[in-house]
């Protein structure tokens, strides 16, 4: 005798008879452009939503390149420009996001080694 099932059979859910929604018919019309009424209403309302949530004024200006004014993520407390020896004049060092220091050769390239900065300015290899 096979074991008996735990679990009920599905049951198909009941089907609600409801009359289909009506279908929206779109013509084209002689008039193509859009409502000058309409566009001008919008214009005066998003005028108005700007001068509300923002500085309160109602003037639109074009958005500029922020990528610009961005120079990387720095740390308060690191100084912007990293001092280095006199030695080191010929290496640059870069700032990354991960908030390791890596040295730039002259050709553009990366030293594999991360390096931390001191709080006197100087660089030691990350261990």
Do not use: C
């Amino acid at each position: 005798m096979p074991p008996i099932w735990p679990f009920n059979k599905k049951k198909q859910p009941l089907a609600l008879e409801e009359e289909a929604p009506t279908p929206i018919v779109y013509r084209k019309t002689e008039d193509q452009g859009v409502d000058s009424g309409s566009t001008s209403q919008q214009q005066e309302d998003y005028k108005a939503a700007l001068s509300f949530f923002g500085s309160g004024d109602a003037t639109v200006h074009k958005a500029s390149d922020q990528s610009q004014r961005y120079d990387g993520v720095v740390d308060s407390a690191t100084p912007a420009e990293p001092v280095s020896s006199p030695e080191e004049n010929s290496v640059e060092w870069v700032a990354h996001t991960d908030g390791y220091h890596y040295k730039k050769a002259a050709d553009g390239s990366f030293d594999p080694v991360a390096h931390i900065m001191n709080a006197d300015g100087s660089y030691e290899p990350y261990s």
